[in-house]
């Protein structure tokens, strides 16, 4: 789950990428209990309108206008 693959082929592709993650358990392999589905449910709820709101500021925030590199970075990383 560290998106390791997707960042990989966006940047063979030349498309810009970005990753969020929401965490749901801050105590994996720590706790002796394991965790339940229902219980990482509950917690992508508590963080969903932290997550509606990044995102909508994402959203304001990028330009139009293409001031990055990303088209190609993907060319030349192909030729290394």
Known sequence: MTN???VVLA???GLCYATIALPTNYAAGIS???LTHE???EEMEKGKPLLN???AGCIEAISPVHQCNCAEAGKNW???
Do not use: G, Q
Request: hydrophobic share 40%.
């Open 11 to 13: 940047r063979e592709a």
């Open 78 to 80: 192909l030729k290394e």
């Open 32 to 34: 002796s209990t394991p």
């Open 39 to 41: 219980e990482v449910l």
């Open 4 to 6: 390791v693959p997707e």
């Open 53 to 55: 709101s990044l995102l």
